[in-house]
């Protein structure tokens, strides 16, 4: 695997992972999401793709960039990837990151050829998770890190590491991740917004959603299933918000 970095807009260098050969194909992760997570779907998939892995701002990778962070600059992180790469590129987003990709599919259309959406939190956006981001602060302000992530994995819909993060993991292998966790609900929180924002893509679009996911996730891809009535839509066996069964995400992109 191959790192590479793009500067964004506003003088931030962005890394990301390249690997594989073929037609580019994206995978921009997710709040609270490791890149490891997503390299058993870079496996899957690199016999057909060059598989990149965006690491996005405080994530380990990049560093959080100018703050209050904001979500513009998330994209057009992604869209300063996209311009690197050989002609239009698929795509993967999940979470926060499906938010970001459906913006740049939005903003500059002739650099993805198609998108695929696992529960982009749109109903979660503006001062919904105002209290969270102040609790977080608070976490992280009095060295408690680890208190941050566990408010934002109860968002998922359990109280269990092991239920609701991604697999293998535990709150302190996480805490690492909490500044972009900060840099996304500083985003999201200054999103207002309405759902209709996002309509007007002509992208062909698949909707994920886990089977197991929660009421906020759930509403959110429903929400997008009436702006995108000719969208694929898949609910994914026995998946909550962080999909472990990344097989069943490659089959999008290999069916």
Known sequence: MRERNV????????????????????????????????????????DQYTVVLVGRRGYGMTEPGPRPARFERQVEDLVAVLRELPG?????????????????????????????????????????????????????AG??????????LALS????????GPADTTLAQLAHLVPGLIVDLECTTGMTMPVRHWAGMATPMTLLRGERSTAEYVRSVE???TLYPDARYEVVPGQAHFPKDMDRVARVFTA
């Open 157 to 164: 819909g359990s109280p269990t590491v092991r239920d609701a």
């Open 223 to 225: 929400a997008l299933r």
């Open 88 to 140: 239009p590129a698929l795509l993967f987003g999940h979470s926060f990151g499906g938010l970001v990709g459906l913006s740049a599919a939005l903003a500059d259309p002739a650099r993805i050829a198609g998108i695929a959406l696992y529960e982009p939190p749109i109903v979660l956006l503006g001062k919904v998770l105002g209290p969270m981001l102040r609790r977080c602060r608070s976490a992280v």
């Open 7 to 46: 500067v964004s807009e506003d003088g931030t260098n962005i890394r990301f992972l390249v690997h594989g050969q073929g037609r580019p194909l994206v995978v921009v992760p997710g709040t609270l999401a490791p890149l490891e997570m997503y390299l058993p779907l870079v496996r899957l998939l690199i």
């Open 143 to 152: 060295d408690r890190p680890q208190d941050a992530v566990r408010l934002a």
